[in-house]
């Protein structure tokens, strides 16, 4: 399938191509029946929380709800709410057997839902939700992963590297609410339509430009990075003839700045921060942020990388656990790696 252009103001410009997501996933020999099931069901979660989120000041969702998640930190109202969105759209009914979010605990098994074809869906509900109060940038990110026949409530079927993905993805809420995934053979881009409460398709086979000109990162935080970290970030903001004379961009939502990659390149990347002298510490979440992204990346001829070596192949401990992450760009990660980020891989 072709993607027609616009000009625009000496721009070219992708013109949406009018298939919608229900009729795409349809067309498509590698996804079943029931990962079709199962993306409809999260395009029906992002349709509804891009309706509230629209909504939310003038509702008074805005600002912390008074709790506190299994990761020390406030909830914002639309965290919980998002959540319980999630919640609500698979305990209908379906293949999708067990939950695991940012906001649970533990996770959620659907204990009627969990047959011989049944899948654990990973996400992030609401991703970069301290930006809600300032209408900044917000996504979601979600991985579906098969469950093995007979697996009970272990999770040792879940807690795999990431190339046991099946399906990742994410939304961004944003001027246009856009759905992106992939299922393993390329990336594709849907936008909502607002007129007719759709999905559009806007752009498939997405490719990631091989190195790119900004990167996204928390500067203020250098200080607690590794030397190798605060080594890359110089080199980007170095010389042009010495591979410097890169913009920052960062917008405080992971989905928002590894958006702005997957179209333009460049890189994202939050690194460990060092304590007491040990080894340093992620903050993003293995499952359900860094894997699901890093699917997407490798699929549109990105990478994505926890500082010394491939994000997919991580084998995570337990189903919150945090890793540094450098993605987008091929070069760019690859550069990461070289100047050893994270310091030399203890494996």
Not at 174 to 187: R, S, Y
């Amino acid at each position: 399938m072709t993607e027609p252009t616009l000009e625009a103001k000496g721009k070219t410009m992708t013109k949406p191509l009018m298939m919608t997501l229900d009729r795409y996933l349809r067309t498509r020999e590698r996804i079943g029946p029931e990962l079709i099931v199962t993306i409809e069901s999260v395009a029906h979660a992002v349709k509804r929380i891009s309706n509230e989120l629209a909504r939310a000041a003038l509702k008074g969702e805005l600002g912390y709800s008074g709790t506190v998640n299994v990761h020390g930190e406030e909830v914002e109202k639309l965290d919980a709410w998002s959540d319980k969105v999630f919640v609500d759209a698979f305990s209908a009914g379906g293949p999708v057997c067990t939950l695991i979010s940012e906001e649970m605990d533990e996770p959620r098994h659907l204990k009627a839902q969990c047959t011989r074809d049944s899948f654990a869906l990973l996400y992030d509900p609401l991703d970069g939700s301290s930006n809600t109060d300032v209408n900044g940038a917000l996504g979601t990110v979600f991985a579906v992963r098969r469950r093995k026949p007979g697996h009970g409530d272990s999770l040792a079927d879940v807690l795999a590297a990431g190339t046991e993905q099946i399906a990742a993805g994410y939304a961004l809420y944003g001027p246009a609410t856009m759905l992106v995934f992939t299922v393993g053979d390329g990336v594709s881009a849907f936008v909502l339509d607002p007129a007719t409460g759709k999905f559009m398709l806007w752009r498939e086979k997405i490719t990631m430009p091989p190195r790119g000109k900004t990167y996204a990162v928390n500067q203020a935080n250098a200080a607690k990075w590794h030397p190798g970290a605060r080594a890359l970030v110089d080199r980007f903001t170095g010389p042009k003839d010495q591979g410097g004379g890169y913009s920052l961009r960062y917008c405080g939502a992971f989905v928002g700045d590894f958006h702005r990659c997957l179209l333009n390149g460049g890189i994202f990347l939050y690194p460990g921060e060092i304590s007491s002298g040990r080894g340093s510490a992620g903050k993003l979440r293995l499952m359900y942020e860094v894997a699901p992204l890093s699917m997407l990346a490798e699929q549109a001829g990105g990478a994505g990388s926890i500082g010394h070596g491939r994000a997919l192949e991580v084998v995570p401990g337990n189903i919150h656990e945090r890793v540094p992450v450098y993605i987008g760009s091929a070069e760019e990660v690859a550069l990461a790696d070289k100047l050893e980020v994270e310091g030399r891989s203890r494996s």
